[in-house]
């Protein structure tokens, strides 16, 4: 408690700055920035909410730019591809690059290809979206479900049968991420699959974010939407996303990056802090998006620094 | 350890017939009867699979009838109201009175009513079915979502402001249960209500089992289908089916009966006979559905007897 109350004197809400959570004296921009070479951003609550721009934030991406820092852009969101994510940074006037964007999509088809060797001649059940289909394509793995309209049906006469004997034995894994068509053929399909005796089909969730947050508010996100088949088939799925380790390793492998100068700035404790902490990297919690002051001691997951948004970083 | 030897030896399943736990000894149909003037059966499992009548159930009712006994069918499934499982009951030809059904979609109608004083002037944000939305009306409940085409839409692009400021704060209660029409706009309207800092929104499940039984295999059940609502919005439902107390506790004093004198029949440890236990009545596990013998021990569940199926009881 005495902790946390040096730490909410020194954040100063009402003045907003960063303040370095083991010491009370406010922390500069330039201070802070200098201790880095790179910094890895969360998007939704960060920079953006839904399709608005948070104030400031494209300022400060330039800024850090201009200052010979690299970035990189880290989403949970699996309903995008890198493609559709590079036209929504385009759309918002932020100048980014597609290979400095790694979301959770992307880091499930590199997942699967590299970490379990998937077999090309096997297929992908997806439960998710678009942008998902997309990146197991440019990793060249074959896949059915998703957004095909045999899998999108909104009936009160489910033919169960026809789903039973419709199942295709070429599905290795189930992957599931956000997906606003979801609905029951597709998780019944998806359910099936997984308890499946005859086939040894993987279970992968993209990430596992129990909400998703819009510029009007919060709405249901990927763990939420993912939990049914977590609950009726009994299995425990590999997360990719944040918190979890494979898409920090993927990254820091592929970009050849020193954790000790790499700043994780994301806005959720138990996603964007803590993987960030799980990677060994520091942490910045902006408070533009999800996690509020008083989630810190109860949720228990304490950022390096911390600020009210990217723009109050000066 | 020993002791589950000793039930399965004299469980013979080989040549199936009633065991009674605490004894080897093999019970006769007779002697079980005579113990109980109430019997209490699940359906799913017990009586049918989806739409097919197990063997020999239909029998078992009309011998038990015969010898005097009040039976009564209770279900966990929310889809069908009273007047729609009676007709079930009728195509499968099987003699049943309304009355004699207590499904949990009328228990929370009852529950709703009785039990919270529901006010007359509020109402009930639906995720479920035709069966569950009669259930409220029978009981003189408001209510929207459900069935309304208005919330069973499957479009990739889901209008979050419409969702956020389309709110009815006359919304006093969202109540969960199986939904084949499942949803994301539905699910967001009802994760919008539960999370509403400007409401007092109670939150109630007709029933929480992962699994649906159907003739050709499970199916995610509603435990599975309002799995997103409890994860996004943080929040503990009111469970009123199986294997909770308020349908019991209903069904009890509705009916006026001995506990002492009361059998509880199903084919699921988790739901039935955790629903007897708590109850503090008899309870008989038959293996026509979902739970297997090897379960028992697993999750620490003991009914009092059990069989093969209702035909196996001779």
Redesign the interface.
């Known amino acids: 408690m005495l902790f946390l109350s040096r730490f909410f004197l020194s954040c100063d809400l009402q003045q907003p700055s960063i303040s370095e959570m083991h010491s009370p004296d406010l922390l500069q921009y330039d201070k802070l920035i200098d201790k880095f070479d790179t910094l890895l951003f969360d998007c939704d609550g960060v920079l953006w909410r839904?399709n608005e721009l948070i104030p400031g934030s494209k300022e400060f991406v330039e800024k850090v730019r201009k200052a010979g820092k690299q970035v990189i852009f880290v989403t949970n969101n699996a309903s995008n591809s890198r493609n559709q994510y590079k036209a929504k940074f385009d759309k918002l006037g932020i100048n980014v690059e597609r290979d400095e964007i790694f979301g959770s999509a992307y880091a499930s088809a590199v997942y699967l290809k590299y970490n379990l060797k998937f077999p090309a001649d096997k297929k992908v059940f997806v439960v998710g979206?678009?942008g998902l289909e997309e990146e197991l394509e440019s990793e060249g793995i074959q896949y059915i479900g998703g957004?095909d309209p045999k899998y999108?049906?909104?009936?009160?006469d489910?033919d169960?049968?026809a789903?039973?004997?419709g199942l295709d034995k070429d599905v290795g894994a189930v992957v599931a991420g956000f997906?606003?068509?979801?609905?029951?053929t597709k998780?019944?399909y998806a359910?099936?699959y997984l308890?499946s005796k005859e086939h040894d089909v993987k279970f992968i969730l993209t990430n596992d974010d129990?909400?998703f947050p819009?510029?009007?508010?919060?709405?249901?996100?990927s763990?939420?939407?993912s939990?049914?088949?977590?609950?009726?088939s009994?299995r425990k799925p590999t997360v990719v996303g944040k918190p979890n380790a494979p898409m920090l390793e993927c990254i820091l492998k592929q970009k050849q990056l020193n954790p000790d100068r790499t700043l994780m700035i994301g806005d959720r404790l138990n996603t964007d802090i803590s993987f960030g902490q799980h990677g060994n990297v520091k942490t910045l919690l902006v408070l533009s998006g999800v996690s509020t002051p008083e989630d810190i001691e109860k949720e228990g997951i304490y950022p390096d620094y911390i600020a009210r948004s990217l723009k109050h970083i000066r």
Chains 1, 2 share one sequence.
Do not use: R, W
């Open positions: 839904g979206m678009k957004t999108n049906t909104i009936t009160p489910i169960f049968n789903i039973k004997s997906d606003v068509m979801l609905n029951y998780l019944s359910y099936s308890t129990s909400t819009q510029s009007c508010g919060l709405f249901p996100g763990g939420a939407m939990s049914p088949l977590v609950v009726s009994k």
